[in-house]
Nanobody, 114 residues
């Protein structure tokens, strides 16, 4: 069982990035997939989540980020547009079905700087 997060990088304010969270060993459509981020010196926060039916966005990213799922590729994406310096953080994906089935990917660094 593995979650592989990728797609981070350095981008200027107003730019875009797309993060990918590729799952192996389980089916993402059966799980709630969360994207979280942690900035230096701050607690981690849930940025977005996609379940079987619903999606969730933190107020700080509404209208700028879009979460989606490609069942054929067993992958969840986070499209991030109009990035701001305050979006700078390490982003993680997390798959949860129950306390027993709770998987984490490694982080991917997103840096928004001019």
């Amino acid at each position: 069982v593995q979650l592989q997060a990728s797609g981070g990088g350095v981008v200027q304010p107003g730019g875009s990035l797309r993060l990918s969270c590729v799952a192996s060993g389980f089916t993402v459509s059966n799980y709630a997939i969360h994207w979280l981020r942690q900035a230096p010196g701050k607690e981690s926060e849930v940025v977005s989540c996609i379940g079987t039916v619903r999606t969730y966005y933190d107020d700080s990213v509404k209208g700028r980020f879009t979460i989606s799922r490609d069942n054929a590729k067993n992958t969840v994406y986070l499209q991030m547009n109009n990035l701001k310096p305050e979006d700078t953080a390490v982003y993680y994906c997390n798959a949860v079905r129950s306390p027993q089935y709770n998987y984490w990917g490694q982080g991917t660094q997103v840096t928004v700087s001019s």
